[in-house]
């Protein structure tokens, strides 16, 4: 036999040829389409990349005016004091009154304790304006505080501040609770009686 008839072996056709790198560039398309929408929805590019608008009460300065100002009725308006002196800190106090005496018995013991109490805010007037709506949840939480106090407790100033510092903690973690927000700075006591 001769090899002068025989045709030279062609390469075999490889199959996919033109399809590799259409199916390589839609790959590439997918995976940038992804890390794009990963973008916009993780908020590092477009419209949500904007901060989300921050509903909590806002820090009141001296001298500005409240966004929210606490205006309630009758007996309400006496609850909040706002106080606008020159010295102290930057930002201005506002009081609310809670409107009756708190009467607890105290741990250990047969004495009484008989309170009038004040919270402190720094905050705009919406945190005024819970302290008023969410009054019977916190008169609560504070008689529970109070029932939780020994006599020997309330004995020393130190106990007093304690005592504050305890209350303080109680109404923000109500306020919490409530509203998303606590913002009470302090708790003052107005009139103090142990029998």
Known sequence: MSTE????E????KKG??????????LLLAAGGGGTYAAF???????????????????VRKGDEDPYPFAGGGEAKDKAPVVHG??????????????????SNLANGNALVQVSIAASTHYD???LMWLAEHETALRSRILAELAATSEEDLASI?????LQQ??????????EQREGFGGVDSVYFRSFIVQ
């Open 5 to 8: 008839n025989v045709p030279p």
């Open 10 to 13: 062609t390469p075999p056709k």
């Open 17 to 26: 040829g033109k399809l590799k790198p259409v199916l390589f560039s839609v």
């Open 41 to 59: 929805a993780s908020g590092m590019l477009g419209a949500h990349g904007a901060q989300e608008e921050d509903n909590n009460p806002k820090l």
């Open 86 to 103: 020159a010295g102290g800190g930057e930002y201005r106090t506002a009081y609310y009154n809670f409107t009756e005496e708190f009467t």
């Open 125 to 127: 007037g919406r945190v």
């Open 158 to 162: 130190k106990g007093k501040e304690k």
């Open 166 to 175: 305890r209350l303080t903690k109680a109404l923000n973690e109500v306020l």
